[in-house]
């Protein structure tokens, strides 16, 4: 019998000559980080598709439909208004606080509902990961286009509060654009990290809550930031101004609310935006990409 063995070494290699000359990889096999990326370009389609057919899907079931796009965000806009405009009265002080809430509460809600859903990107797909071969990126990315979606809708409604509580259209306006792209980027990233977590300690879903409620407090979502700073030390203000979100807050107003004064200048608020943007979209992606053939295992 052993005159029909095939060496081990050459069986090895004509194996590996067979898979070669077929197109045949490691099933799992996590590609480089190039090609990583070049799937995910063109799984686009996959992910703005996928985004919206969550969108139309979570207003599937309610009477008013997508309507409530924009009456979420205004009835938070009036809760809040209320508790802290007029029962605690942080509005004391703030030109056009009706419009300075809305921009920083329309913010916070963005990159909320991105980490809420991010973190549960994997761990709330595994039917569709076990089923399909495609980068798993493409989850908390979509996740991401979903809450973009909604955000666009919130200016809609933003611009018409800013109009009618008197702000003028002005040439500022033009840097929400790029104040949007960047913000989207950091949100991007930050649903990738998450999206990882996630996968791996799906108790994190509970915590997260709480984690955000900490960092809305901290941004001057419902009052000036510098009521915050000016009872910390001058290292631990610096730390705050550098928050991302009251950066992106910031600007936002920034670019709005013509009598609206700065934390820090624009130009300044730009570079913490556009660093924030590619570092925590760099680590996300990368971060995300490491953990590729473990996403879907039990």
Known sequence: MSQFAIPDQLGRSTLRDLAV????????????????????WRYRHFVTTYANAKLVASYGTSRLGRLWQVLTPLT????????????????????????????????????????????????????LIRALKFPRASLPLA???????????????????????????????????????????????????????GAKASDLRQVLPFVMRTWMYGSGVFYSVDVFTDHLPSPVAAVVQANPLVVFIELLRGAFLAGSERMLPTGQLFIYASGWSMIIAVLGFVYFWQGEQGYGRG
């Open 21 to 40: 000359r077929h197109g045949l990889a490691v099933a799992a096999q996590r590609p480089s980080l190039g090609a990583y990326a070049g799937q995910l």
């Open 76 to 127: 938070n806009a009036a809760v809040y208004f209320l508790i802290f405009g007029v029962v605690l009265n942080t509005r004391a002080g703030v030109t056009n606080f009706v419009a300075y809430l809305c921009i920083g509460l329309f913010a916070f809600n963005y990159t909320q509902s991105v980490a809420m859903n991010g973190i549960q990107a994997i761990s709330g797909n595994l039917g």
């Open 143 to 197: 996740a991401t286009v979903t809450q973009l979606q909604h955000l666009l809708a919130s200016m809609v409604v933003l611009v018409v509060i800013v109009l009618v509580t008197g702000e003028p259209v002005t040439l500022q306006w033009l840097l929400v654009i790029p104040t949007i792209l960047l913000f989207t980027m950091f949100n991007a990233g930050l649903s990738l990290i998450l999206a990882r977590l």
